[in-house]
Nanobody, 124 residues
Framework: VQLQASGGGLVQAGGSLRLSCAAS????????MGWFRQAPGKEREFVAA????????YYADSVKGRFTISRDNAKNTVYLQMNSLKPEDTAVYYC??????????????????WGQGTLVTVSS
């Protein structure tokens, strides 16, 4: 599976962005998908994840109520809608695929494939 993240950019605090992650391969629908982020000087951290069917989702406390993860298996794409953005959301955002598609997991080491990242900058 190859993953291509897009949709990052510069936005003012309180604004919104939608990230997309397009996947190649016919097995996309069997993977759980996750979004992670890494700010300068910090470790990569979990943001959100969704099961293969979309029936299960999980969010980091820091984004709960502001971000929404979704997927369209017909388009081989997973999305991250980010609302009410804060300067502390500034980071490179990565999408990742987990072969254990029915399990929603939060640790980067459990994901098998990674996209290249897209930069989100939130100005105050």
């Amino acid at each position: 599976v190859q993953l291509q993240a897009s949709g990052g950019g510069l936005v003012q605090a309180g604004g919104s962005l939608r990230l997309s992650c397009a996947a190649s391969g016919r097995t996309f629908s069997s993977y759980a998908m996750g979004w992670f982020r890494q700010a300068p000087g910090k470790e990569r951290e979990f943001v959100a994840a969704i099961s293969w069917s979309g029936g299960s989702t999980y969010y980091a406390d820091s984004v709960k109520g502001r971000f929404t993860i979704s997927r369209d298996n017909a388009k081989n794409t997973v999305y991250l809608q980010m609302n009410s953005l804060k300067p502390e959301d500034t980071a490179v955002y990565y999408c990742a695929a987990d072969q254990s598609g029915w399990v929603v997991r939060t640790t980067p080491e459990t994901y098998d494939y990674w996209g290249q990242g897209t930069l989100v900058t939130v100005s105050s």
